[in-house]
């Protein structure tokens, strides 16, 4: 169960910047890998605590982000990698409302005003191997707190999309 810790390190990671960010992506390399090709590492990093190690990347566009992941391609040791970005949950009668005619800028702006919208961070996780992983923090209000959910078909297109990245 690696890649579901590593997504929720991701997620906690990102989250002590707080809110408002623009998506970031993660190179996911072994650790014994990362310390073998950069020994000063050592006294940060402990294999046996945690096999991958999340590296962050340059900033990804917030508008494109499809087109910018279609042009990624990893070299062979990064083994996984998991996008963390804020997206707007809307209740599921308030989403099956919405029509499909809509373009995304429309639908983004619709969602964006619905009066029952939720903010949240996901965290989608992908190996190689096609393991996938992801983690959804709801934000809370002043009078409840953030709600954390996993499941790994949060967001089965991001994970698509990301395991994509890793084809020839």
Same mark, same amino acid.
């Given at each position: 169960?690696?890649?579901? !810790?590593?997504?929720?390190?991701?997620?906690?990671?990102?989250? +002590?910047?707080? =809110?408002?960010?623009?998506?970031?992506?993660?190179?996911?390399?072994?650790?014994?890998?990362?310390?073998?090709?950069?020994?000063?590492?050592?006294?940060?990093?402990?294999? !046996?605590?945690?096999?991958?190690?999340? /590296? *962050?990347?340059?900033?990804?566009? %917030? %508008?494109?982000?499809?087109?910018?992941?279609?042009? /990624? #391609? =990893?070299?062979? #040791?990064? +083994?996984?990698?998991?996008? *963390?970005?804020? /997206?707007?949950?809307?209740?599921? &009668? !308030?989403?099956?409302?919405?029509?499909?005619?809509?373009? &995304?800028?429309?639908?983004?702006?619709? !969602?964006?005003?619905?009066?029952?919208?939720?903010?949240?961070?996901?965290?989608?996780?992908?190996?190689?191997?096609?393991?996938?992983?992801? #983690?959804?923090?709801?934000?809370?209000?002043?009078? *409840?707190? %953030?709600? #954390?959910?996993?499941?790994?078909?949060?967001?089965?297109?991001?994970?698509?999309?990301?395991? *994509?990245?890793?084809?020839?």
């Amino acid at each position: 169960m690696v890649l579901p !810790a590593v997504a929720r390190e991701v997620e906690e990671f990102v989250s +002590t910047a707080g =809110w408002n960010q623009a998506p970031q992506l993660f190179a996911l390399v072994p650790t014994a890998e990362l310390l073998a090709r950069q020994p000063e590492l050592a006294g940060q990093l402990d294999p !046996a605590a945690s096999p991958l190690t999340p /590296i *962050a990347q340059e900033s990804l566009p %917030d %508008d494109e982000l499809d087109k910018a992941l279609a042009g /990624i #391609v =990893w070299p062979d #040791v990064v +083994t996984g990698c998991a996008l *963390a970005q804020e /997206i707007v949950v809307l209740p599921p &009668d !308030a989403e099956e409302s919405l029509s499909a005619d809509l373009g &995304d800028a429309e639908a983004r702006r619709i !969602a964006a005003e619905h009066p029952r919208r939720r903010e949240a961070r996901l965290v989608a996780a992908v190996l190689r191997d096609g393991t996938v992983s992801c #983690v959804l923090r709801l934000r809370g209000g002043v009078e *409840a707190p %953030d709600e #954390v959910v996993e499941h790994p078909e949060l967001a089965p297109n991001l994970t698509d999309a990301l395991l *994509a990245t890793f084809q020839p």
